[in-house]
């Protein structure tokens, strides 16, 4: 039956969701995102907002759904445990947290560990398995940047390890909170790109952030780049911070952006100006994983 | 006259003002805090909270008065522009910024440049001075933590060059406003020394703080840290961040911290992690900088 539904699949973070019903051969059907992040979902809530998500979709109460993101965490709807790097496909197959047997399952994030240390994801993983899928690689350095950027390291299609960098975030507490956001105009999101590489090359040349950030003030102090610059200058030291720590001059792997267009164009500029060429991939990275997922699934019944 | 007050010493900053009036050999004879940084003080009343500062003192109307301090920034009382480094005594007091001719005189500000971007400083330059004449050094290495810490390398009784390291306002971003701020208890100033050694040598061996905070967030997700141990643990994160940049291991100039007793207590236990011991001085270092000032003036006048 080609023209039943294959998988309701569901992106369900901490301040969205984005649900989608997908073919057999993974296109999207229906696509909905609702303002109902797993923060504004009170415990025992969670079934309501699911309904209300897939509302009036043509699929059969039985259609399989996968689901992925912090919906898996305490907070969430059912909490899904990390499983451990290395981990492939297989390994989250295993692990799925059922919501209701057969039917509704979460997929668990992934932990690591650096020098004693845990790092974690959720949602992300779906993410770097739809883009490989994708792009039909099996070997790739993967960055997903955002408030939590991650750096993946694919092998064998499995991912390795991963390391977590909070670049967004860093740069929302500068932007709104610090001392150089007295001299910053409002943000329009428009990339200044000379100012925003300015700032890649000086954090590359920089004992580190804590040090680079204040050349935001100096610079404007001494009138040597104007305010408008300066929002892009700062995303381009914040962003160089968290490039230039990267394993890339080693790297032989395919290197992916996966992520939103704003994002993943500065990423280019960025990688660019280390000398490296990088494929992007947008939100169908998800869908293409919770597709994956659930045709392997399906293989193995 | 010994008897005679010597010098009005003022330390005016952003946002507070300290006061002192100083015998001929050094001593403090009087001292007062006031709310009154220069933020406070609208334009046109900075003689009004001067007096205010100095009410009451037995100086004479003609006792030299000199003010380090954001009190020589554009918004402070009179602009004191930054001198270019190296820069000695003999260079501050050239470039005193006069607010009344022979009488009250703000000592400028100093700046440095590296890779073409500068960097400014604007009261610590006193401190130093002041530091290393207590001290009877002509070369060290001087560290002064906070909002935004200055590392300043001295060399031949000059500041050679200096480097800033906004690792305060992070700690404070980060403490006050980031996700990590959601799972620490309220900071009691209390430090866990185990915590804030924890993180140091976590900050010692990861890429960057970009990562290195997220461990303040995984380490509490997988109960390996206790909350109320999280506030000591990032303040490690953070100064250990500012530490590991700077030329520790190739420096055989005396290590010296300037600055209040709990910072100067961290920094002393950072370093000594790095394997440095360094000498610690208080507030006195201001008061000791702008009487060596004077002093000059007066052998030179």
């Not at 057999?24 to 923060?39: C, F, K, M, N, W």
């Not at 792009?135 to 390291?153: D, F, I, N, Q, Y």
């Not at 991912?159 to 932007?175: D, P, Q, V």
């Amino acid at each position: 039956m080609p023209d039943q539904p294959f998988l309701v699949a569901i992106d369900w973070g901490t301040s969205s969701l984005r649900a989608a019903l997908l073919d057999a051969d993974g296109h999207v059907r229906q696509e909905r995102s609702l303002p109902r992040g797993i923060l504004t979902v009170p415990a025992g809530e969670f079934p309501a907002v699911f309904a209300q998500a897939v509302a009036g979709w043509p699929a059969q109460p039985g259609t399989p759904c996968l689901m992925s993101g912090m919906v898996g965490s305490r907070q969430g709807w059912v909490e899904a445990p990390y499983c451990a790097c290395p981990a492939g496909f297989a390994d989250l197959a295993d692990k799925l947290a059922w919501v209701r047997p057969q039917h509704i399952a979460i997929v668990p994030g992934l932990s690591c560990e650096h020098a004693e240390v845990p790092d974690v994801m959720r949602g992300e993983e779906t993410q770097v398995f739809g883009a490989i899928d994708l792009l039909g690689l099996h070997e790739a350095l993967v960055v997903l940047p955002g408030t939590h950027s991650k750096w993946v390291r694919v092998i064998g299609g499995r991912i390795e390890s991963f390391s977590t960098f909070m670049t967004g975030e860093f740069y929302a507490l500068l932007r709104q909170h610090s001392i150089l956001a007295r001299t910053m105009p409002a943000d329009d999101g428009a990339l200044n790109e000379a100012a925003f590489v300015r700032g890649i090359q000086h954090a590359a040349r920089s004992a580190n952030l804590l040090h680079a950030a204040f050349s935001a003030r100096t610079l404007s102090l001494f009138e040597q780049l104007p305010s408008d610059a300066l929002p892009s200058y700062l995303s381009g030291l914040v962003i160089g911070e968290e490039l230039r720590s990267q394993p890339l001059q080693g790297n032989t792997a395919p290197v992916v952006i996966v992520g939103s267009n704003a994002l993943t164009a500065r990423y280019q500029i960025a990688l660019k100006s280390h000398g490296v060429t990088a494929a992007c991939i947008g939100s169908e990275a998800t869908w293409r994983g919770l597709w994956a997922l659930a045709r392997h699934m399906k293989a193995i019944a």
